[in-house]
């Protein structure tokens, strides 16, 4: 750590799995502390001999579970399968649309 570095720059280099944004995310949920006061400000400038403990949250399960839904199935064949998707459906997981 550089004295008078940021507390998220100094985060993000020093836990390389996480980014800034990351890193200022979970400032601000208050999951960080500085000599043991808990911290929100991103900003805050560290000095020589600060203590920083960081609480990471466990990652959220990316598992994906199957749903049965009514298709309308136009042509299948051994290669290549036609299905009518209504408007609005979603085609494969993501953020926000899990299954």
């Known amino acids: 750590m550089v004295a008078g570095e940021r507390l998220d720059k100094y985060l993000a280099q020093a836990i390389s799995d996480l ?39 466990p990652p959220e399960s990316t598992e994906v579970h199957p749903e049965a839904i009514p298709l309308s199935i136009v042509y299948e064949d051994d290669d290549l399968l036609v299905i009518d998707k209504p408007a609005g459906m979603v085609v494969h997981p993501a953020h926000g649309h899990r299954s």
């Open 19 to 57: 980014s800034r944004a990351q890193v200022q995310r979970l400032i601000a949920a208050g999951r960080v502390t500085v000599n043991g006061v808990g911290v929100n400000k991103a900003s805050l400038r560290l000095e020589a001999g600060d203590e920083v403990m960081v609480r990471v949250p």
